[in-house]
């Protein structure tokens, strides 16, 4: 199955099978990482846990049905969302990156449950005159778990949070090097 995202004024997003939306959903404050959709007649908001941690906590209803960790030392996993249900664990997945040069700006997210690739973000920009761009995101499902619209939405916020934390890493605000 393959999903088109839209984004509007950077603030607003939907979800798109067949040119039709599935899911709306929307950025409350321009300067905080919180999202808030709505499906199936449930909100849904993910937002960090605390300022000092790295987790994201995903409700529905104002009930928790998950966390996403970003380059968390807990697990040598790295970047994965937690699934849960009736207050207890019920699935875990892993997301990686890879480009397709490094002078490209197209790049492959990819999301695992175990071993299995369960779905595949295409990212992109695609340029309209010599100083307008626009994001191009394309997602591909390749079984019935990945059709799941509210873990595309996890996983398209997982994408952001990695390319923050590699935008900040690219910034110089890493590490010195002597020598």
């Known amino acids: 199955m393959n999903y088109k995202v839209r984004i509007q004024k950077n603030k607003d997003f939907q979800i798109l099978e067949n040119n039709m939306p599935i899911v709306k959903g929307s950025k409350p404050k321009w300067y905080s990482s919180e999202i808030l959709f709505f499906l199936n007649n449930r909100t849904f908001q993910i937002k960090k846990k605390s300022f000092w941690k790295s987790v994201h906590e995903i409700t529905a209803s104002g009930k928790k049905v998950g966390d996403i960790f970003i380059r968390g030392f807990k697990k040598p996993l790295g970047n994965f969302i937690q699934i849960y249900e009736n207050n207890s664990f019920k699935d875990e997945?892993?997301?990686?990156?890879?480009?397709?040069?490094?002078?490209?700006?197209?790049?492959?997210?990819?999301?695992?449950?175990?071993?299995?690739?369960?779905?595949?973000?295409?990212?992109?920009?695609?340029?309209?005159?010599?100083?307008?761009?626009?994001?191009?995101?394309?997602?591909?499902?390749?079984?019935?778990?990945?059709?799941?619209?509210?873990?595309?939405?996890?996983?398209?916020?997982?994408?952001?949070?990695?390319?923050?934390?590699?935008?900040?890493?690219?910034?110089?605000?890493?590490?010195?090097?002597?020598?």
């Not at 002078?103 to 309209?128: A, C, P, R």
């Not at 307008?132 to 949070?161: A, H």
């Open 93 to 179: 997945f892993s997301m990686t990156s890879t480009s397709k040069s490094i002078w490209s700006s197209e790049k492959t997210y990819s999301l695992f449950n175990k071993d299995n690739e369960i779905l595949k973000i295409n990212y992109s920009w695609k340029k309209h005159s010599w100083i307008k761009y626009t994001e191009e995101i394309s997602v591909d499902s390749f079984n019935t778990q990945g059709d799941s619209p509210e873990l595309i939405v996890y996983s398209l916020f997982l994408m952001r949070l990695i390319q923050q934390q590699e935008a900040a890493a690219n910034s110089g605000g890493g590490a010195m090097i002597y020598g």
